[in-house]
């Protein structure tokens, strides 16, 4: 019998010894207390005062005591104007949690038929997963699991970023500072080690700037194009992504990467699946410490190929 069948009865049987009244258990409302209040299950006792004629505070602390004596799980209980509060012993908690965690297919209902895709993660290889990633992995498996166990067939996906300027940052920070670095070699988790060329890369493309910004050519475009109210500290700031695009270096050398990698060059190809392979790995390590997983992986530069195709 479940705890509130117990109850129900309880208080049926309650009602007939203390004022030879007539209740069919199934009829007996019990409702979880409100969080405002302390108990597990509460009983509106309003009704039975007419059978009683007592006050509702007194039915309900005679019904309380009653039912605490019949249920052994009701170890107290409040009362709360007409409001009966049944507070159950912690070792009926327990033992209930040790059921549901022996039964397998607890809370699951039948297969509904619905199709659902769920996406999350889907990260960038350039860098590795932070705590933005974490929540998202959580909330995307958590979100997975529940539509499943409620009867729906659900695929977990996920879409990787893994082409584009920024994946060519870190293949150019490798190639000019990397020194031959792994994985390996270095001891480091890869997708560590790749954000690490990622954030080298933007420190070297910082002191060019900086660098930049003192040539006469620097000086000129601020005398030409600067606003009234800017100065020279304000006017690069909103230059930065101007300059990156038309005069830096390192920026013509990531944009002709990146064309290479467009043009299937076999070296760059092969650099950006080795960089790409130490990112998944590192991935997967974070994905199999979080008890994450996907049924279907997508990647940018596949969906970057068909588009290309089809122009």
Excluded at 76 to 91: M, S
Excluded at 136 to 164: E, F, M, T, Y
Aim: charged fraction near 25%; glycine fraction near 6%.
């Amino acid at each position: 019998m479940d705890i509130i069948s117990a109850i129900q009865q309880a208080v049926a049987a309650a009602l007939q010894s203390l004022y030879q009244a007539e209740s069919k258990p199934e009829a007996i409302q019990v409702s979880t207390t409100a969080s405002d209040f302390s108990g597990d299950y509460t009983i509106v006792v309003f009704p039975f005062v007419r059978f009683a004629k007592k006050a509702p505070d007194v039915v309900a602390a005679e019904i309380g005591a009653f039912v605490q004596q019949q249920v052994p799980e009701v170890h107290g209980f409040n009362v709360i104007k007409g409001f009966l509060n049944l507070e159950l012993d912690a070792a009926y908690w327990q033992q209930f949690l040790a059921s549901v965690l022996a039964d397998p297919n607890f809370g699951r209902q039948p297969r509904n038929g619905h199709k659902v895709l769920v996406e999350y993660s889907s990260p960038n290889t350039n860098k590795p997963l932070h705590l933005g990633h974490v929540r998202n992995c959580l909330l995307g498996w958590s979100s997975a699991a529940i539509l499943d166990a409620a009867g729906s067939d659900v695929v977990k996906v996920q879409i990787v970023n893994d082409r584009g300027v920024a994946i060519c940052k870190s293949m150019l920070a490798w190639k000019l500072f990397g020194a031959g670095k792994t994985p390996e070699n270095s001891g480091e988790k890869g997708d560590h080690l790749v954000g690490d060329f990622y954030v080298l890369f933007e420190n070297a493309t910082k002191e060019e700037y900086a660098a930049w910004q003192t040539k006469p050519e620097a000086k000129a475009l601020f005398e030409a194009q600067h606003k009234p109210e800017q100065d020279e500290k304000a006017f690069f700031k909103d230059y930065k992504n101007k300059w990156f695009n038309e005069y830096s270096e390192l920026g013509a050398s990531v944009r002709e990467m990146l064309l290479k990698w467009e043009d299937n060059d076999p070296e760059t190809r092969q650099l950006w699946k080795q960089m790409n392979d130490w990112v998944y790995a590192g991935f997967e390590q974070t994905y199999a410490d979080l008890g994450v997983d996907f049924d279907k992986l997508y990647y940018e530069s596949d969906t970057y190929l068909l588009r290309k195709r089809h122009r």
